[in-house]
């Protein structure tokens, strides 16, 4: 069964929105590694931003190889989607964030994480932006979904 593009948009928006926690997927020299993170959707679907210490497997991964997938299951479903499980997966790269752009981001993402004012504030904090290029929406195993990002995702 066929979605509408915008459909999808607000299944993903609203997935993003309601859930706090995903699992960020990297690989160093092969070797795959997830991390548990909170992360924070900007600029509408365009970016997933989480904070981590530059000491870290995460990090030192992403400075070797910025492409991450990124996991996040809808633990907070809807009614619309009430006997349905779904899953997003955002594939992307790391970037840093823009120097200009990072007190509002860290600001954004703190209102949203308050329990983590003290990795925020850290010296050793890194703030990491994931510049998507594309969702996939799972709902069941006969019902996985693309959504490739475009120049409307930015609202």
Known sequence: MAQDPSDIEDTIRRVLERNRLAVLATQRD???????????????????????????LKYESIQQDGRVAVLVE????????????????????????????????????????????KLLSSPECEFIRVAVHAYQVVSGVDDVRWYEIGEHAAT
Do not use: C, N, W
């Not at 992307?92 to 981001?105: F, H, L, S, V």
């Open 74 to 117: 809808d633990r907070e479903r809807d009614a619309i989607h009430s006997g349905k499980r779904l899953v997003l997966t955002a594939l992307g790269k790391a970037i840093e964030t823009p120097e200009q752009e990072r007190q509002a981001d860290v600001a954004t993402h703190l209102a949203r994480h308050p329990d983590l004012q």
């Open 30 to 56: 092969g070797q795959p590694h997830a991390s548990l993170m909170a992360f924070t959707p900007l600029e509408g679907l365009r970016f997933l931003a989480f904070a981590t210490y530059r000491a870290t």
